[in-house]
């Protein structure tokens, strides 16, 4: 496989990624909020990354706001809006629950789109893994750094 064909074929997929994740957005956005409960968590510093933690703080956040948090964290993909100063070593983790009203037919298309989304990740990390012969220690930190679990 040429350079050309994988840039192209990772291009490719990672902007089905981002339609996909936007349109999971608007298919969640459809649903009636029941409740939802966010826990943001501080931002770890690259300077700080090793650093042992004995507690952390936590930000509550309730309803809409922590609905409307949820689905922007959703969308957040690591390779392109990773801040020079945050450590991608710690993971970016917004730990919570959202719970919505859906009909049949919302349920049926939301976890047909979970899926294709899950799909789309696991042909990103193939493409990086295996198709593009990067050695496996670069491999893993590239996958774990920018593709979101």
């Not at 291009?11 to 994740?21: A, I």
């Not at 930000?59 to 945050?86: C, D, K, P, V, Y």
Request: proline share 4%; aromatic share 6%.
């Amino acid at each position: 496989m040429t350079r050309y064909d994988l840039v192209e074929r990772l291009t490719d997929t990672f902007r089905q990624l981002e339609r996909n994740l936007a349109e999971l957005r608007n298919e969640l956005s459809a649903c009636r909020l029941l409740t939802a409960r966010i826990f943001v968590l501080p931002e770890v510093r690259k300077e700080s990354e090793h650093a042992p933690l004995s507690q952390i703080q936590v930000q509550q956040h309730l309803g809409q706001t922590a609905f409307a948090m949820a689905l922007q964290h959703f969308s957040h993909l690591f390779i392109q809006q990773q801040s020079e100063n945050r450590s991608s070593k710690a993971a970016v983790r917004l730990p919570g629950a959202i719970c919505l009203q859906a009909s049949n037919e919302q349920h049926e298309a939301i976890s047909a789109r979970v899926q294709q989304i899950n799909g789309l990740k696991a042909e990103l990390e193939k493409i990086i893994t295996v198709d593009s012969g990067l050695p496996p220690v670069s491999r893993f930190e590239w996958v774990h750094r920018y593709i979101p679990g």
